[in-house]
């Protein structure tokens, strides 16, 4: 496991990103969740809840941030932010490395922006939730800070899953 710490950049997402972040969280979920839900609901997951009309939604949400990660010209992954307001809680709404470039230390990128963002806006926690039988990632959010004691479940297309909830403090 390398690193590309020293080369990579991370930048507010713009309209012109839609198609790579599409292209992201499509390659990540079909390597993340294809063992444990069918590719159809995956796809009609990523057009009912990341068309470019909803895309543009999120971009114009001041309540939303999104991120690319990249190293040059190459977008490498995308982080959401989101608060809701209702909670008074933080989210990371999504954090997605594509596959090629998982273990070189991105993730941990985007998590410290995502800590920045968050005491920028004078939150002292994190939340964010993963899918249960998503065990790699509960393991990295375990072993960067996460404490996972709530669970809900999420549809993703015609599938429902377990879903837990993790906090971090920063």
Do not use: C
């Not at 470019?52 to 959401?80: A, C, T």
């Not at 008074?88 to 941990?108: A, D, H, M, V």
């Not at 922006?113 to 968050?118: T, V």
């Amino acid at each position: 496991m390398g690193t590309m710490e020293q080369n990579i950049n991370i930048r507010i997402w713009n309209e012109s990103d839609f198609p790579i972040v599409r292209k992201i969280l499509l390659d990540t979920w079909l390597d993340t969740y294809s063992s444990f839900i069918p590719v159809e609901d995956i796809s009609s997951y990523l057009e009912s809840t990341y068309n470019v009309e909803k895309l543009k939604l999120i971009l114009e949400n001041p309540d939303s941030s999104g991120f690319i990660i990249e190293s040059g010209i190459k977008s490498l992954g995308f982080m959401r932010i989101s608060i809701s307001k209702t909670e008074n809680r933080f989210y990371i709404s999504s954090l997605y490395i594509l596959p090629e470039y998982q273990g070189l230390g991105l993730g941990k990128s985007l998590l410290s922006k995502a800590k920045e963002e968050a005491a920028a806006r004078g939150y002292t926690s994190i939340y964010l939730g993963v899918m249960k039988q998503n065990v790699k990632s509960l393991k990295w959010y375990e072993n960067h800070g996460f404490i996972f004691n709530e669970e809900l479940p999420f549809q993703m297309g015609k599938t429902s899953v377990p879903h837990l909830i993790g906090q971090m403090k920063i």
